[in-house]
Nanobody, 122 residues
């Protein structure tokens, strides 16, 4: 069983920065594809940033140039560095592992973290 634990959310003023972390534990040999999503009140969950096994990344247009997704393969941890935060970035942010290879050499898909609240307000 794989578990994801997120941290790093909080209240920040406009223009500020936060770094979200997502620590994955369990029978993980390798994380192939992962991403961060967010859901604001009354809105659908949307993809914010994604990263592949080859470390290719893609971002929602609304966060390009401000957010950076990265990972530490040795620690099975995913990060989202968020700079120049805006009030419209306020949402619950979710970590998602799309595809991973277990220590049993089988692939598993679609694990989610519990979510962490990010509030951007003065």
């Amino acid at each position: 069983q794989v578990q994801l634990v997120e941290s790093g959310g909080g209240l920040v003023q406009p223009g500020g920065s936060l770094r979200l972390s997502c620590a994955a534990s369990g029978s993980i040999f390798r994380i192939d594809a992962a991403g961060w999503y967010r859901q604001a009140p009354g809105k659908q969950r949307e993809l914010v940033a994604a990263i592949t096994s080859g470390d290719s990344t893609n971002y929602a247009d609304s966060v390009k140039g401000r957010f950076t997704i990265s990972r530490d393969n040795a620690e099975n941890t995913l990060y989202l560095q968020m700079n120049s935060l805006k009030p419209e970035d306020t949402a619950v942010y979710y970590c998602n592992i799309r595809k991973l290879l277990t220590t049993h050499r089988s692939y598993e898909y679609d694990y989610w973290g519990q979510g962490t609240q990010v509030t951007v307000s003065s």
